[in-house]
């Protein structure tokens, strides 16, 4: 049974940082694309970040680029969001998810497992 598992959400000021992680578990991931997405209050679910389980192929969305950085801990076996210069827009629930596509899958849709969320308030 596929377990993603997030933590890291809270509340900051606008300018600091957070790091969100997502532990995951239940089967191998080798050729899983893993994806942060995010969905604020009255808004649809949006792509943040994605990354191959291997660690290659790395997606950021345009609105993140410069901020916030994906990447993998081999040993942990979770998947990272640094969140860096927080903005109050980027107020939302993250969600980690994982998908059989592979490939460039960045719609909800094309993510077959989810994890529960955790927020993140970025007070101004």
């Known amino acids: 049974q596929v377990q993603l598992v997030e933590s890291g959400g809270g509340l900051v000021q606008a300018g600091g940082s957070l790091r969100l992680s997502c532990a995951a578990s239940g089967r191998t991931f080798g050729s899983f694309r893993m994806g942060w997405f995010r969905q604020a209050p009255g808004k649809e679910r949006e792509c943040v970040a994605t990354?191959?389980?291997?660690?290659?192929?790395?997606y950021l969305a345009d609105f993140v680029k410069g901020r916030f950085t994906i990447s993998r801990d081999y040993a942990k076996n979770t998947v990272n969001l640094q969140m860096n210069s927080l903005k109050p827009e980027d107020t939302a629930v993250y969600y980690c998810?994982?998908?059989?596509?592979?490939?460039?899958?960045?719609?909800?849709?094309?993510?077959?497992?989810w994890g529960q969320g955790t927020p993140v308030t970025v007070s101004s």
């Open positions: 990354i191959m389980w291997s660690g290659s192929s790395i």
């Open positions: 998810a994982a998908s059989v596509v592979g490939g460039g899958a960045r719609a909800p849709d094309e993510y077959r497992y």
